[in-house]
C-alpha cells in the first residue's frame, strides 16, 4: 500500500474516533447529569481499571503502552467534563471570587494610587511604579515583607514588587510572600534594567570598594570579575540606597552599581553604563492588591498550589492544561512549609480568568490539588 493510501486509511480511522470521542463525552455529561440528582463520585478508580483491563485482552504487548496513555488521557478529560459541570451548578467559591475580581476591574486600571514600593527614590520598583501608574504617590519601604503588609493592612492601595529576573531567574522572597500573605496579583510589568557604574570619582581606576544589592551584583559578575581583587564588593538592600551610600560617603574611590537615573537624584558620576552581562536584561514587577482585580485585557493568570504525593500527580495537571490548550509559561517549585521535602508549585498561564473556559481549568485544577490558592489574572506588557 502507497503512503498516500496509508494516510487515508488513517484518516478515516481518524474521523471515526472523532466521531466516537464525541459520543463518548456526551454520554459522560449525561453521567454527570445522573451524578447531580444522587451525590455519586465522579472518579471511580475500580471502573477506569476494569476498562483498561477489558480493552488490554487481546492487544499485542506493543500497543497497550499507547493504549494506557489514550484512555488515561481521555479519563481526564471525561472528569474534567463532569467536575466542570457540577461545579456550575453548585457556583463554586473560586468562581464567585473570579467573577467579583472581573466586576471590580469594570472600572479600569487606576492612573494614580498609593503605592508601597521596596527601597528609596530611584530604585528599580520606583521606576516600575512609575510604568504601572502616571501619578504614583509612592511610599517606600525597607522590605518586600513590609510592601505585602502594607498592601494587607489597607496602608496602601497597591505594592509593586521584582519577581523575576530574564538573566537570573526568580525573586525566590517574593513568591514565598505570595504565598504568606492575602493578596492578588493585578497587573505586570517587563522593565528593561541597564546597570550602571556610578561614583563621585571621574575614573573607574580610582574604585576601591563598590555597592549593590546581590541581584545587581550578579547581573554584573562578567563586569566584577574583569575588575579582579582590588575592588573590595559590599551587598546592600537596594541599588538606590547603594547609590545614595556612595553619594553620601563622600570619598571618590567608592562606586555603586545602580540606574542612570540615580545618578542624577545623588549627584554621582556615571563611570560606566550598560556594564549588566546580558545585552536585554529584563526584570518582571508585579502590582498587587488586597483584593483580586481582574482588568480588561487580562492575558496572563497566576496559581500556586500543593499536590497529592503520589506518582503522575503533576504529569496530570500538567496533561489537563495541555488539553484544555493553556500556554504554561512558568513553572516554579518552593519548599512547602511544615513538610519536609515536599514542595509547592507556582504556576504562571496564558489565559483570562475571567472567560468561563478558563474558570473550568482552575476549578480542575483546584480539585487535583491538595491546596489551590488563586493569585489573580492580569495584564503583562512591556514598560
Not at 147 to 158: D, I, T
Not at 259 to 273: D, P
Request: hydrophobic residues 40%; contains cysteine; negative net charge.
Amino acid at each position: 500500500m502507497s503512503l498516500e493510501n496509508l494516510r487515508s486509511e488513517i484518516d478515516r480511522v481518524d474521523d471515526n474516533m472523532a466521531a466516537l470521542l464525541a459520543e463518548r463525552m456526551a454520554l459522560a455529561a449525561e453521567v454527570a447529569r445522573e451524578k447531580m440528582q444522587s451525590g455519586g463520585s465522579v472518579f471511580q478508580h475500580t471502573r477506569e481499571q476494569e476498562i483498561l483491563e477489558r480493552l488490554s485482552e487481546g492487544m499485542e504487548p506493543q500497543w497497550q503502552p499507547a493504549l494506557r496513555l489514550m484512555y488515561t488521557t481521555l479519563f481526564q478529560a471525561s472528569k474534567s467534563c463532569q467536575h466542570g459541570m457540577l461545579a456550575e451548578a453548585e457556583d463554586s467559591a473560586l468562581r464567585q471570587n473570579i467573577a467579583a475580581a472581573a466586576e471590580r476591574g469594570l472600572a479600569g486600571f487606576p492612573a494614580t494610587a498609593n503605592v508601597a514600593c521596596q527601597g528609596i527614590e530611584g530604585a528599580y520598583s520606583h521606576i516600575a511604579a512609575r510604568a504601572f501608574f502616571s501619578e504614583p504617590n509612592v511610599i517606600f519601604l525597607r522590605t518586600f515583607d513590609a510592601v505585602f503588609r502594607a498592601v494587607e493592612q489597607g496602608l496602601c492601595r497597591y505594592g509593586v514588587l521584582p519577581i523575576e529576573n530574564s538573566s537570573y531567574g526568580s525573586v525566590t522572597a517574593v513568591y514565598d510572600l505570595l504565598r504568606e500573605h492575602n493578596c492578588s496579583i493585578v497587573k505586570a510589568v517587563r522593565l528593561p534594567i541597564a546597570h550602571c557604574l556610578l561614583s563621585r570619582a571621574t575614573y573607574l581606576s580610582e574604585i576601591k570598594e563598590i555597592y549593590s544589592h546581590e541581584q545587581a551584583l550578579r547581573q554584573c559578575g562578567a563586569f566584577l570579575d574583569r575588575l579582579g581583587s582590588r575592588v573590595e564588593i559590599i551587598v546592600c538592600e537596594n541599588t538606590a540606597v547603594a547609590a545614595r551610600m556612595a553619594a553620601q560617603s563622600g570619598r571618590t574611590d567608592v562606586a555603586a552599581i545602580s540606574s542612570e537615573e540615580c545618578a542624577a537624584l545623588y549627584g554621582l558620576n556615571v563611570i560606566k553604563q550598560d556594564i549588566q552581562n546580558e545585552p536585554r536584561n529584563e526584570t518582571r514587577f508585579i502590582c498587587i492588591a488586597r483584593q483580586g482585580e481582574i482588568y480588561p485585557g487580562a492575558n496572563k493568570s497566576s496559581v500556586l498550589l500543593s499536590l497529592k504525593h503520589r506518582p503522575g500527580s503533576l504529569a496530570a495537571l500538567l496533561q489537563l492544561l495541555a488539553a484544555m490548550n493553556v500556554n504554561l509559561t512558568k513553572l516554579e517549585n518552593r519548599p512547602a512549609p511544615g513538610r519536609e521535602f515536599e514542595v509547592m508549585f507556582y504556576f504562571d498561564m496564558e489565559c483570562d480568568a475571567a472567560q468561563p473556559e478558563t474558570v473550568r481549568v482552575f476549578e480542575e485544577m483546584a480539585r487535583q490539588s491538595e491546596s489551590f490558592l488563586f493569585l489573580g489574572s492580569y495584564a503583562e506588557g512591556d514598560a
